[in-house]
Each structure stands twice: as structure tokens, then as C-alpha cells.
């Protein structure tokens, strides 16, 4: 029993070690477009190559490393299914982690390459900054992957914000740097009397929109592009930011937080929406402290609940609540101090 468990210690510590092969594994997986080719039924590895385009043993030998991590089927024939693991990884199904697989394998693949500078030097590492940003989100295909990565995580936040916090009072929330504006598909949905709003980059203003309308709410929500470095406009009473200040240190999230205090005045309220890092951690926290290695490497943060007062405290705005809503997210609730 003992020697059986100390095994499976050990083991437990290889997953860990070699868990890179995952990331890349499950990668070429969703780049080759396996997952949605598979959306239809199961195929022979041979066909699926041929349709990729991509060398038939390579092809093969990727397939039964997908089929041993449960996302794949291995059948009779070397044809190949997918498993409701798999499914997730189609892109146009509900709940897909598409996106998310291409920016994992690919921008946060490049970002963890260089972490050691980061800890060693405590500066980004990756590329990063208010005008990569802007190169970024200019870059189509760049774009594509990670504004659609960021949208299938806040689709399904948002839709948890609604369940957890009480809009009745809110007429128009602004999803600042709100990406595509997932994260108000859920608000809208739960509350008809609500109007929402997009503030972010300008070159994000149609793919926003088809988003919207996909979802059924773009006659609903208006995009407006800007910079929130420069200016927030005041149109709002309730402010959305959702993995925005965990993007910047605490002097570009000032600079922010403060735009959007003026936007909002004296009435109106904050949504930060963001993983709040424990006084002290166990096994539970992988998913923040996960962000946080993240955003060492592009110079921002994850906090802690006494590092959101102190921020906050510095803009003039006040936590008035902090409301947990799913797997890890808050919304820390400020108004003007
Ligand atoms: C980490 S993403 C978060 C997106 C969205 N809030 C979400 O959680 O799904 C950061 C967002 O900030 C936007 N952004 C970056 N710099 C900006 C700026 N100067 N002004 C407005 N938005 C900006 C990016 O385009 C991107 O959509």
C-alpha cells in the first residue's frame, strides 16, 4: 500500500513535469482543425490527414497522444471519434475552449519560455505594453485567437455575474476593454432593461459587433473605440473590468481607474471582475496564482483583497462589496470615495 502510494506520488509530480506536451499535443490538435473535422463522426486517421493536409504517420501518431488524454476515441481501424472531452475543443460549439487551446499553445506558450527573466528581474518578459496591445489587436489572426479566447471564458463568467449580482438599479453597463463583450451577453439576457457598451481598442469595432449579433443582443449594445489611457467616456453608470487591471501594474491601473472613476461621477459604480489572490494559498488556487505567473511575464498582477484597497483607495474610489460569483471570479463593487 505504502510503496503503491509513494508511486503514485511520484507520478503525480511527472504529470507535472511534462505537462508541456499537453499544451502543444492538444495545440496541433485544434490547429489542424482534427476537432472539427471529427464534429460529423468518427474518420480514419488516414482521411484526416489528407483533409489537414499533413503527413499521414504524423498525423496518426498525434491522434493516439489525443486519444490517451481522453479526447479522442481510438477505434477499430485506426478511425478516430470524439469524446464529450473533445467536443469542447470545436470551434463553434457552446462552451468551446477553441480559442483558449490556440493561445495557450501559441502567445502564453512564448510568455512561460521567458519566465525566469521575469522572476529574476520582476519586469515583463513577453512581449507586452500599452502599444503591443495595439499591434496586437491590429493583427487579425493574432486577434482572432485571443479575442475569442477571452470571449468563451466571459461568456460564461458573465453569465454567472447575472445570477450573482443584482443589475435592477443599472440602466447602461460599459464592458471597458471589454474585448468582443461577452461578458455582457449574461447581464442583457437576465436583465431587459438593460443597455450595454463596448469601450475598447477601435480595430475591434466590427468583429465586436458580429459577436453581439450572434448572440442575439446587438440591437442592444453599442461599441465605442478608444483608448482607456486616454479617456472613458461618460456614458455610463455602471463600468465593467474584466481581466483588465491584472493586465497592468499598479501606476497604468491608476491611470485607468481613474478614467473610469471620472466616467462614472459620484453616483454610479465599478465592476472589477478578477480572481482574488488568498493571503495564503493551498492546491485550490492553481486557477489565480496560474493568471498571476501569467502576468508576471507581461508586467501585471493578480491581488489580493488588501492590494484592491489600497488601489482602489488611490483612485477615490471605495469597495463597497465583493460578491463571489463562479469558479474563483469576484466582483469588487467601488464607488467614489
Ligand atoms: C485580457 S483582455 C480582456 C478582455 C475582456 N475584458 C474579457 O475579460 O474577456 C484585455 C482587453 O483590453 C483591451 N485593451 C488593451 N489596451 C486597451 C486600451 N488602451 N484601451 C481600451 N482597451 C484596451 C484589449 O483590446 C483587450 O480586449
Not at 95 to 117: K, V
Request: with cysteine; net charge negative; charged share 20%.
Amino acid at each position: 500500500m505504502m510503496a503503491d502510494a509513494l508511486v503514485s506520488e511520484r507520478d503525480q509530480v511527472i504529470g507535472m513535469i511534462t505537462g508541456a506536451w499537453k499544451t502543444q499535443v492538444i495545440g496541433e490538435g485544434v490547429k489542424l482543425g482534427l476537432f472539427d473535422r471529427l464534429g460529423d463522426g468518427p474518420m480514419a486517421a488516414s482521411a484526416l490527414a489528407s483533409m489537414a493536409g499533413a503527413n499521414e504517420d504524423g498525423v496518426m501518431r498525434l491522434l493516439r497522444g489525443l486519444a490517451t488524454l481522453g479526447l479522442l476515441e481510438h477505434q477499430p481501424g485506426n478511425r478516430f471519434a470524439l469524446t464529450p472531452l473533445g467536443h469542447y475543443l470545436r470551434r463553434d460549439t457552446p462552451d468551446s475552449l477553441n480559442g483558449m487551446t490556440g493561445h495557450w499553445a501559441d502567445r502564453m506558450w512564448n510568455s512561460f519560455a521567458g519566465i525566469g527573466q521575469s522572476i529574476r528581474t520582476g519586469e515583463a518578459s513577453a512581449p507586452s505594453g500599452i502599444d503591443h496591445f495595439a499591434e496586437q489587436q491590429a493583427d487579425t489572426g493574432a486577434a482572432d485567437v485571443f479575442n475569442r479566447a477571452m470571449a468563451e471564458g466571459s461568456l460564461r463568467v458573465g453569465r454567472a455575474l447575472a445570477r450573482a449580482y443584482d443589475f435592477s438599479d443599472c440602466q447602461l453597463l460599459m464592458d471597458a476593454g471589454g474585448g468582443y463583450g461577452a461578458l455582457l451577453v449574461g447581464p442583457l439576457e437576465a436583465n431587459p432593461h438593460l443597455s450595454g457598451q463596448i469601450y475598447d481598442l477601435p480595430s475591434l469595432s466590427g468583429v465586436a459587433t458580429a459577436y453581439q449579433a450572434e448572440q442575439g443582443v446587438a440591437d442592444r449594445v453599442r461599441y465605442v473605440g478608444g483608448s482607456f489611457f486616454e479617456t472613458v467616456p461618460a456614458s455610463a453608470d455602471c463600468v465593467l473590468l474584466k481581466f483588465i487591471l491584472h493586465d497592468w501594474n499598479d501606476a497604468n491601473s491608476l491611470t485607468i481607474l481613474r478614467h473610469c472613476h471620472a466616467a462614472i461621477g459620484e453616483d454610479g459604480r465599478i465592476l472589477v471582475i478578477e480572481r482574488i489572490v488568498p493571503e495564503t494559498v493551498s492546491p485550490a488556487d492553481q486557477d489565480v496564482i496560474r493568471g498571476d505567473l501569467t502576468m508576471l511575464t507581461v508586467g501585471g498582477k493578480e491581488r489580493t483583497e488588501a492590494e484592491y484597497h489600497a488601489l482602489l483607495g488611490e483612485a477615490g474610489l471605495r469597495i463597497t462589496k465583493i460578491v463571489p460569483i463562479d469558479a474563483g471570479y469576484s466582483a469588487i463593487e467601488a464607488r467614489a470615495a
